[in-house]
């Protein structure tokens, strides 16, 4: 268990590396705020060209295996970066391992799964958000020696081979096997048709899943204002906006240490159900502040609320969704998930264009608050705690 721990949280420092560098690194480049835009589209783009496909391929193989390989391919990919000076082909080769990433979360999540005796899960995942905090600080705060000794590319070569030393590391974890692994052959049509009669059969437990997942996607399209917030409307400078990221990364460890703490003492639902409201009220408060004060509230409220959420989310996944069919459940839903990213994002850019930025923000973080509540309902009526789907599929 703390050999996966360590790994994620190897992955997570690796990941935040490569988002601060290769930012700057384009920026550099091209002098477009627009050209570093595209690479927030990227990712849900290649997850949307993966998704769609990649579950049935994920539950029929190794997912130890297939982990080590998508790190590798990760890596590789990222070290060999720096040798091309074409903006076009740099973003080909992210696209690339975006789209091994789109792979690589619901590998690991079958993996984690099948690996954890179901009374583990929820330490684990409590241990999971502590690692992702630190990640949040450790990875900006390394990209930014790696800036101070050498350069941004520095940093991408270091992100490369954060991948590689993953991929060696699990290695030494051991195999997991799930039921359709039995079998190799397989019909995507098939598998869609499977994925649709589950989610028909355990309709809440969907419900619950795909609100969850609405809510994260509010986060994304908001967060992808959350620059242009803070300067313009609230009038942030450079340091102020600085420390109030530092806030919400110190809000995010609390929130992961004090879930640890009070674990054996919360339920799936209330991590759930708390952590989604929580995360709601802190937009809201960070939307319709007026300087640095409301916004450091909400800030830190909505990051301390993420640890709960998060948390409670992986547990109710784990404990939900069977191994066997994990892999294709998890990566339709992600390519939905993808569309709607990517939708939202251009809908609350364009309400910042045509109107203004705190009208964008204030109306995504009231949708917010519509959806966490709709969840508290949801996992209120559905008896969460003692409906788990059967190993039927």
């Given at each position: 268990m703390k050999l996966l721990l360590f790994n994620i949280g190897l992955s997570n420092i690796g990941d935040w590396i490569?988002?601060?560098?290769?930012n700057l690194i384009v920026l550099d480049m091209t002098g477009s705020p627009f050209a570093v835009a595209v690479l927030?589209?990227?990712?849900?783009?290649?997850a949307m060209m993966t998704n769609g496909w990649a579950g049935s391929f994920i539950d029929r193989l190794d997912?130890?295996?297939?982990?080590?390989?998508?790190?590798t391919v990760r890596g590789l990919l990222i070290i060999i970066l720096p040798f091309f000076s074409s903006l076009i082909i740099m973003y080909c080769l992210v696209f690339l391992v975006n789209m091994a990433s789109a792979m690589f979360r619901p590998a690991s999540m079958v993996y984690m799964t099948s690996f954890l005796a179901k009374g583990e899960r929820k330490r684990f995942n409590a241990?999971?958000?502590l690692v992702d905090s630190g990640?949040?600080?450790l990875g900006p705060g390394i990209a930014g020696l790696m800036f101070w000794i050498g350069s941004p590319w520095a940093a991408v070569y270091l992100?490369?081979?954060?991948?590689?030393l993953s991929a060696f590391l699990t290695l030494w974890l051991p195999s997991v096997r799930t039921e359709t692994m039995e079998s190799s052959s397989f019909s995507i049509r098939e598998d869609w048709k499977l994925v649709v009669s589950f989610s028909h059969t355990h309709a809440k437990t969907m419900i619950i899943y795909s609100l969850f997942t609405l809510l994260i996607v509010m986060t994304a399209a908001i967060d992808s204002l959350e620059?242009?917030?803070s300067k313009q409307v609230l009038g942030l400078s450079n340091p102020s906006y600085g420390i109030l990221v530092?806030?919400?990364?110190?809000?995010?460890i609390l929130g992961a240490v004090i879930q640890n703490i009070l674990i054996d003492k919360t339920t799936t639902r209330f991590s759930m159900s708390g952590g989604g409201l929580g995360m709601a009220m802190g937009y809201l408060i960070y939307a319709f502040s007026n300087g640095f004060l409301g916004a450091a509230i909400g800030c830190f409220l909505l990051s301390f609320s993420l640890a709960f959420a998060n948390t409670g989310f992986l547990t109710f996944y784990q404990d939900h969704i069977p191994p066997s069919i994990m892999g294709r459940v998890g990566s339709l839903y992600e390519w939905g998930e993808s569309f709607v990213v990517i939708l939202s994002v251009i809908t609350i850019g364009l309400i910042a264009e045509a109107e203004s930025i705190r009208l964008a923000v204030c109306s995504g973080c009231f949708l917010m608050l519509f959806i966490s509540l709709a969840l508290v309902h949801s996992l209120r009526s559905s008896g969460e705690e003692r409906h788990v789907a059967k190993e039927s599929f």
């Open positions: 490569y988002l601060i560098a290769f927030y589209l990227l990712k849900p783009a290649a997912a130890r295996k297939l982990m080590i390989w998508l790190d241990l999971r958000s990640g949040f600080l992100n490369g081979a954060t991948f590689l620059a242009a917030f530092s806030i919400a990364g110190g809000g995010i």
